[in-house]
C-alpha cells in the first residue's frame, strides 16, 4: 500500500437540541474525519474523543492524529499496541481501513446492512427537568421503545424516583425494560440505600453507581445490590489486557458497556468481550456521539457480533449537519436500507493532507 495518502479534517456536529449529561450539557461536540485514499479507493472513518470523558481528550489531540496518520502513510498498517492509549483515533484509523475495503461502506455485510433485520436499541431519556424527562418518556414509548435508559443523578433523586415509579404504573416489566446509568453520581457510603429505594420498580441494570476508581467500593456495592451493575466510565483508560482482566476479576459485574471510541476502538472492544465473556459477564455496545460515520462502523460491527439485547445506538438523529446515510430508526430498532444513499461530500470538502 504505498500509494496510500491520509487525509484529515476537524469537523463540529451542532445538537438538534441541547443534550444534558452528568457531565454538563452539550450543544455542540467536535470530530475529526480521516480520509485513507489507496490509488482510486477511498475509506472514511471517524476519530471522536469526548471532552472531560475520553483518556484522549488531550490538548494536542489533532497533533497525535497527524502523527498516527504519517506512520499508517509509513507503515501502511495501524499499530494497534502503540494507540491502545488513544482508543479514538484507534477507531477512526481502524475503521477508515475497514472502509475502504468495502464496498458502498458496507464494512461487515450481514442481514442488518441488507435491511432485512434492525438492531433492537434503548430509548435514551436525557437529563433535564422532571416535566422535561417525562415529556421525552412519552415520546419514547409512543415510538414504540420496549427499552428506556434514563440518566439519574443529576436532579433530585426523589424526584427521579418518582419518574420511575410513573413508568411502572404504566408498564410492567415485560412491556418496559428500564436502565439506568448513574455516570458515578452517587455516594459510595449511600449507594446501596438508593439502590434499595429504585429495586423495588424491577430495573434491569444501572451503570457506573459510584464514580470510577473506587474498585474496593463498587466491588462491595456489586456483592450486596439489589440491582444488576453495569460499568462504563470504569473502563476508560484500562487498555492492557492484564489489567482489563484484573479490573473485572476485582469488581465482577453484571454487565459492561463498551463504547469503541472511549474503549480501546474495536480490537481493544472486542478484547473486553472476551474477557468479559470467560468471566460470564455480559456487555452491550454504545455509540458515544459520533456522527453517522462512526456509528455506521459501530452498528455493523456489532450486527456482525450476532447480539439480541437491546444497544445504545440511537444517537445519529441528533445532530442538524449529521452526514447523510441509510441508517434510520423504525420503532425501537437502528435499521440499514440498502438503497439508502451517502453523502459526504461536506466532511470531504478541503480536507488536509498529512504529509
Known amino acids: ?5 491520509v487525509y484529515i479534517k476537524p469537523y463540529t456536529l451542532n445538537f438538534t437540541q441541547p443534550a444534558g449529561t452528568s457531565r454538563g450539557v452539550y450543544s455542540t461536540r467536535k470530530s ?11 475509506g472514511v472513518g471517524e476519530c471522536a474523543p469526548l471532552p472531560n470523558l475520553s483518556c484522549d481528550a488531550i490538548d494536542d489531540y489533532e497533533q497525535k492524529l497527524e502523527q498516527s496518520c504519517k506512520e499508517l502513510v509509513e507503515q501502511g498498517v495501524v499499530n494497534h499496541e502503540k494507540l491502545r492509549g488513544l482508543p479514538s483515533i484507534l477507531f477512526g ?7 475502504l ?27 433535564g427537568t422532571h416535566q422535561q424527562m417525562l415529556r421525552q418518556i412519552e415520546e419514547k414509548v409512543a415510538k414504540g421503545f420496549k427499552c428506556l435508559k ?57 451503570e457506573q453507581p459510584i464514580k ?10 456489586v456483592k450486596q445490590t439489589p440491582i444488576p451493575i453495569a460499568l462504563d466510565e470504569e473502563l476508560i483508560g ?7 482482566e484484573e479490573l473485572l476479576d476485582s469488581i465482577n459485574p453484571h454487565y459492561i458497556i463498551l463504547k469503541p471510541s472511549l474503549h480501546g476502538g474495536l480490537v481493544g472492544s472486542t478484547e473486553w468481550i472476551e474477557i468479559a465473556q470467560k468471566q460470564k459477564i455480559g456487555w452491550w455496545i454504545t455509540s458515544a456521539l459520533e456522527s453517522n460515520v ?40 437502528l435499521k440499514y436500507s440498502p438503497d439508502g444513499e451517502w453523502d459526504l461530500a461536506d466532511i470531504l470538502r478541503e480536507m488536509k493532507r498529512v504529509e
Request: net charge negative; with cysteine.
Open 294 to 333: 462512526g456509528l455506521n462502523a459501530i452498528a455493523q460491527w456489532c450486527a456482525s457480533l450476532k447480539t439480541t439485547m437491546p444497544q445504545g445506538l440511537g444517537t445519529g438523529m441528533l445532530f442538524t449537519n449529521n452526514v447523510k446515510s441509510p441508517l434510520y430508526i423504525d420503532g425501537q430498532e
Open 32 to 42: 475529526w474525519f480521516v480520509a485513507v485514499k489507496d490509488g482510486n479507493l477511498q
Open 150 to 206: 434514563l440518566k439519574v443523578g443529576a436532579i433530585d433523586f426523589d424526584q427521579e424516583l418518582d419518574l420511575v415509579r410513573r413508568i411502572r404504573q404504566q408498564f410492567t416489566i415485560s412491556d418496559l425494560e428500564i436502565r439506568l446509568d448513574a455516570n458515578g453520581g452517587f455516594e459510595p457510603d449511600k449507594a446501596l440505600a438508593l439502590l434499595d429505594k429504585l429495586a423495588k420498580y424491577r430495573i434491569h441494570s444501572i
Open 238 to 244: 484500562i487498555n492492557q489486557q492484564k489489567t482489563k
Open 212 to 221: 470510577a476508581g473506587l474498585v474496593e467500593q463498587m466491588a462491595t456495592i
Open 93 to 99: 484509523l481502524e475503521t477508515a481501513l475497514q472502509d
Open 1 to 5: 500500500m504505498n500509494d496510500m495518502e
Open 101 to 127: 475495503k468495502a464496498k458502498n461502506h458496507i464494512l461487515w455485510p450481514t442481514s442488518f446492512t441488507k435491511g432485512e433485520v434492525g438492531l433492537p436499541i434503548n430509548g435514551l431519556i436525557w437529563m
